[in-house]
Structure formats: structure tokens, C-alpha cells
């Protein structure tokens, strides 16, 4: 039994150690967990990050930077902050982009957890099987939160992004609907205040 915990070890151990001595430097006050990269030097190039002044960042396909909130080694997920809607007006800032969009061709993808909320929409959308109600929580945002508040009395809806929506999109356009923000792990009746805003994304585990 002692030898072939040894023996064990012998092969398990190289394998730990270039994970660990692969692993990247923390991002100011960020660790920086495998596989992710954020630099040529370190991680998996394919699951590349940035650590700008300090900050961890999300990049686009689009070329637009989202500042990485938590990082969830264990369940091979992070959390990024949604596009910030526009002082006095309900505009998401990445609307020029159509939204977020992840490169199809990358091992991310946007989680099951995500409630999505629309806002400014044309009424087009009410063809949709979407939350268009009264009772949407999306109401609750633009009355509660300052950042809303530019889109009251707009149409607005909500929808659980489930596996069969896009998993690399979440759309926005003039014409459709102009802004967007998402909650992670929402539950209907909690309180405003307990709202967990984010997109959490998951990443394929590597071989």
C-alpha cells in the first residue's frame, strides 16, 4: 500500500506542480486562479483575462473591457459587471456593440443563472414569451434603482437565460430594446436590496 501511494505521488505530483508554478500573479488585490491568463507567460492562453491598473477585466468580442467581479475557481465560473445604463437616459453604454457577445470559438459561455432584464423595448417584443408584465421585476429596477430611473414608463421585460437561448449573446439595439442589466441567482420575492448584480459566466473545464 506505502508503494503505491508513493508511486502515487511520483506521477500526480508534476502534474500539481505545473499547475501551480503555471498559475498567474494576483491582479492588485485579485488572485488570478488556473486556467485563467493574464499573460502569455502564464495560465491558458485560451481562457485570457486582463489585469489592467490593477483591475481584472472580461474582454468582448466586440473589443468592450467588463470589470471581472468574483471568481469561483471550484465551479469554473466569474462574475462580471453588466454595462452601465447612461446617466438620465436608458441606453446601455455597449448598445453601439448590440450588447454582449462572446467569441463562440472561446471555452466561455453565459450560465443558467443569469435573469435578464430588458428595458426600453419596441413593442415588438411583446410577441416574445419574455415577462413583459406589470409584475416584472424589470418595473421594480427602474423604480428602485437610480441607474433605472431613465427608464421608467418604457417597456420592459425579464427572462430566465436557459439552455435553449444563445449561451455567447445578450442582445440589445436601437429599434429593439436599448439597455439591459442581469441579476445573479435571482429568487422571485427577495428583496431589492439582496439583488446580486452581474452576468456569470462558466468556462469549460481544461483536459
Not at 511520483?10 to 499573460?39: M, R, W
Not at 475557481?73 to 441606453?91: E, G, H, R
Request: glycine share 6%.
Amino acid at each position: 500500500m506505502i508503494t503505491l501511494i508513493l508511486f502515487l505521488i511520483s506521477c500526480l505530483g508534476p502534474l500539481i506542480n505545473i499547475s501551480a508554478l503555471n498559475t498567474c500573479p494576483d491582479c492588485g488585490n485579485s488572485t488570478v486562479p488556473f486556467p485563467l491568463s493574464t499573460n502569455q507567460n502564464c495560465g491558458d492562453s485560451r481562457y485570457k483575462i486582463y489585469c489592467n491598473n490593477g483591475i481584472l477585466e472580461f474582454l468582448s468580442a466586440t473589443g468592450t473591457y467588463y470589470n471581472i467581479l468574483s471568481i469561483d475557481q471550484n465551479a469554473n465560473k466569474l462574475v462580471i459587471n453588466p454595462s452601465l445604463i447612461m446617466k438620465d437616459t436608458c441606453y446601455s453604454s455597449d448598445l453601439q456593440e448590440g450588447g454582449f457577445l462572446l467569441h463562440e470559438n472561446l471555452p466561455f459561455n453565459i450560465s443558467t443563472h443569469n435573469t435578464v432584464m430588458l428595458l426600453n423595448c419596441s413593442q415588438s417584443i411583446l410577441l416574445s414569451p419574455l415577462n413583459c408584465s406589470s409584475n416584472s421585476i424589470c418595473r421594480k429596477f427602474e423604480e428602485k434603482v437610480d441607474e433605472g430611473s431613465g427608464c421608467v414608463s418604457t417597456l420592459c421585460c425579464h427572462y430566465l437565460k436557459d439552455s435553449a437561448m444563445s449561451s455567447h449573446r445578450i442582445r440589445i439595439r436601437v429599434g429593439g430594446c436599448t439597455a439591459y442589466t442581469s441579476l445573479v441567482d435571482f429568487k422571485v420575492n427577495e428583496s431589492i436590496d439582496s439583488w446580486n448584480f452581474g452576468i456569470e459566466l462558466q468556462w469549460v473545464p481544461t483536459n
